[in-house]
């Protein structure tokens, strides 16, 4: 494990577009592809889900808080989005907030509780 404070660290961050935003949260990469040659297509970035939870729940959207790992180099990134609470409410993944997907450093931490 690299001792190098996360903090200390330079962060990518993801510039993509919403659509590209909602192929990595529902189908897990971007860019030119078609399903037969999907990963060996030049441009297409594959990610693979590593957690996904609910953060925020109002009567109108949900809010969820999602990381991912970029297949093609390990990265891992972090990105908020919210969705109608019902399919009354016509709300998709980053229809009215920027795609922000910032890179996250795996860290093991320990945690003490009493049962």
């Known amino acids: 494990m690299n001792n190098q404070n996360s903090t200390q660290r330079t962060r990518e961050i993801l510039t993509v577009t919403p659509e590209e935003a909602r192929d990595i ?20 970035q ?25 297949e093609n180099d390990g990265k891992f990134f972090s990105s908020s989005y919210k969705v109608g609470a019902t399919e009354s409410q016509d ?18 931490k320990t945690i003490i509780t009493y049962e």
Do not use: C, M
């Open 91 to 108: 709300q998709s993944p980053y229809d009215y907030d920027t795609p922000v997907f910032k890179e996250v450093f795996r860290v093991e």
């Open 46 to 70: 594959s990610f693979k889900k590593i957690s996904e939870e609910i953060v925020d729940h109002s009567r109108w959207a949900v809010g969820y808080h999602i990381i991912v790992q970029r």
């Open 25 to 44: 949260v529902f189908e897990g990469g971007y860019g030119p592809w078609n399903t037969d040659t999907r990963d060996d297509t030049p441009g297409y």
